[in-house]
T-cell receptor, first 111, second 112 residues
């Protein structure tokens, strides 16, 4: 396992469910990220937090809601998702804007 | 809009072959280019390139950046089956930005 952990590793949810993805980094980094990876598409940046403050939000629909209570923990709250939101959700951390260290990802399936 | 294009999209080689993966980019206020290897889940960091013409090496892997022509190559010599993975290229914007733009990746398959 890397210094970035994610739970759960797999998640199946219906379109009316509410669930949360959790990420924790043990590297002492000050920036944390959520990325979405869909089949045959590049990794897409969703959110960035630097020292708990959100610095980037790439036009992500409001059904995805991030939360960063401290510089080691990051959540992604999911609400009324669509089937096209099924993807691998990767959390990452970095020191400032250096190289990213990724977590193992959560494979999300929306039914 | 920032753009990162990788080629080829997929590649099948035999063990022992040498491969070259390509990455071209268009980005506002370029700062660095990064290479990652993705096997099953999490991409793992390989190289970060900031200066033109300086080769970075790690074992059988090496990479170089050309900031004039806006591209980078990743070379793998004496390939092994364990090199089979998706290789991702990404570019980072200038100071103060956390925007890392990824290409679609090159899927490399090394067969015995």
């Amino acid at each position: 396992e890397t210094g970035v952990t994610q739970t759960p590793r797999h998640l199946v949810m219906g379109m009316t469910n509410k669930k949360s993805l959790k990420c924790e980094q043990h590297l002492g980094h000050n920036a944390m990220y959520w990325y979405k990876q869909s089949a045959k598409k590049p990794l897409e940046l969703m959110f960035v937090y630097n020292f708990k403050e959100q610095t980037e939000n790439n036009s992500v629909p409001s059904r995805f809601s991030p939360e960063c209570p401290n510089s080691s923990h990051l959540f992604l709250h999911l609400h009324t998702l669509q089937p096209e939101d099924s993807a691998l959700y990767l959390c990452a951390s970095s020191q400032d804007s250096g190289s990213l260290h990724f977590g193992p990802g959560t494979r999300l399936t929306v039914t | 809009e920032d753009k990162v294009v990788q080629s080829p999209l997929s590649l099948v080689v035999h063990e022992g072959d040498t491969v070259t993966l390509n990455c071209s980019y268009e980005v506002t206020n370029f700062r660095s280019l990064l290479w990652y290897k993705q096997e099953k889940k999490a991409p793992t960091f390989l190289f970060m390139l900031t200066s033109s013409g300086i080769e970075k090496k790690s074992g059988r892997l090496s990479s170089i950046l050309d900031k004039k022509e806006l591209f980078s190559i990743l070379n793998i010599t004496a390939t092994q089956t364990g090199d089979s993975a998706i290789y991702l290229c990404a570019v980072l914007r200038g100071a103060g930005s956390y925007q890392l733009t990824f290409g679609k990746g090159t899927k490399l398959s090394v067969i015995p």
